[in-house]
């Protein structure tokens, strides 16, 4: 009997507009030093493990019932760390989460984009943003940034204001070029747009001193959105576990396209679990600045230079031949992203001991191109 396989997707009755695309693909390779997804290195709190076994334990006694829908618990957790770091109150209704902010961007972009419905995002950023209206049919448009990086805010609102998004994506700090938005931007922006704007901030709490998070500006902005996740700063990346802080009609909007009982019950109580740990997590994150900072300061003496970062990693440069000191690093154990954008590399910070080997690698790799 032979089975009939397609051997192309190509054969297959897919949606044009994801005909020819590429899937995320940051490389998971085996190599010593992984500087390549800014996740943070540093081991887990032990009062944090030993609590998180007993919390799972207690949680999978329930496993035979669906988790809380709405997640309630964990939302007024959120909210609390949320109101605790930013001084503005945040109140557990303008909470939502979801595993991992990915997901929240996704429910975004169900309920606010869509067929007919257009997405801007300001490029070089976050490849998955693109990549998630595509999975939700919703038309995407590149914003202008400067040479620098930089969003110019009256030029922005200018495109803004000509595109007539739906949705508005503003990252910051911004990955990959690391640098965080004026507020004054985002608010400007804001008053461009009828849409719904929201503010990725993945690595907010690497923001250098005096970074103010877009969630002051959420009073009296009913379509300002700003999501976080446990991913980076907390050093919880395996838990998939994303948030986003907004008006409560945001969160009506949400729940009329999440999956009913999306978030399980583990992941409930183990991202509770790790809140309660909030201080020992968030420990690392002045030791992981300082790599940063290190990283920063060692470039000119390799005849190379960064843009400013305010998140766990750097973008760094001028090469000629980006891919190739990609590969050249490869082959020193070192693994960092190429982001693809001419002549830069992103490098996440880690521990020092990742900066030492990254250091050496990147001094050596420099002098054998320039030896070539
Ligand atoms: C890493 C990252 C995220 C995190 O996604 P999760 O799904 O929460 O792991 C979100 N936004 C940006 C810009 C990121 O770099």
Do not use: C
Request: proline share 6%; aromatic share 6%; hydrophobic share 45%.
């Amino acid at each position: 009997m032979t089975h009939v396989v397609a051997s192309s997707m190509d054969e297959l009755p897919l949606r044009p507009e994801l005909r020819g695309r590429t899937p995320y693909g940051a490389p998971q390779l085996q190599v010593k030093h992984r500087l390549n997804t800014n996740e943070n290195p540093h081991p887990l709190p032990a009062e944090l493990l030993a609590d998180l076994g007993a919390a799972l334990g207690h949680a999978a006694l329930e496993l035979n019932r669906y988790p809380d829908r709405d997640a309630l618990d964990l939302r007024r957790d959120l909210a609390a760390y949320l109101t605790r770091t930013s001084g503005e109150t945040v109140q557990p209704a303008q909470v939502w989460a979801a595993n991992g902010s990915n997901e929240v961007l996704q429910q975004i972009l169900q309920a606010f984009g869509g067929a007919g419905r257009t997405a801007l995002g300001f490029t070089p950023s976050y490849s998955m943003h693109p990549i998630i209206a595509a999975g939700t049919g919703t038309a995407w448009v590149d914003g202008h940034r400067r040479d620098d990086f930089t969003i110019d805010a009256a030029q922005a609102a200018a495109q803004v204001r000509e595109v007539r998004p739906d949705v508005v994506f503003v990252t910051s700090p911004n990955n990959p070029t690391g640098t965080a938005v004026a507020l004054e931007t985002i608010a400007t922006v804001y008053d461009a747009t009828t849409g719904v704007v929201v503010v990725d901030e993945a690595y907010t709490e690497f923001a250098r001193t005096g970074t103010r998070s877009a969630l002051t500006l959420l009073p009296g902005r009913p379509r300002l959105l700003v999501s976080r996740t446990m991913s980076k700063a907390f050093g919880m990346a395996g838990l998939r576990l994303g948030y986003l802080a907004a008006d409560p009609a945001v969160v009506d909007a949400l729940q009329l396209v999440r999956l009913p009982y999306h978030l399980s019950s583990l992941t409930q109580a183990a991202a509770r679990t790790a809140l309660a740990h909030t201080d020992a997590l968030l420990a690392t994150v002045d030791a992981v600045k300082a790599q940063r900072d290190r990283i920063v300061a060692a470039l000119p003496g390799l005849g190379l230079t960064s843009v400013p970062s305010d998140a766990n990693f750097v973008l760094f440069g001028h090469f000629a031949d980006a891919p190739g000191v990609w590969k050249a690093l490869l082959e020193h154990d070192v693994l960092v992203r190429d982001v693809g954008l001419p002549g830069w590399l992103r490098v996440t910070a880690g521990t020092p001991e990742e900066t030492d080997a990254f250091l050496t690698a990147l001094g050596e790799v420099v002098r054998e191109q320039g030896a070539s």
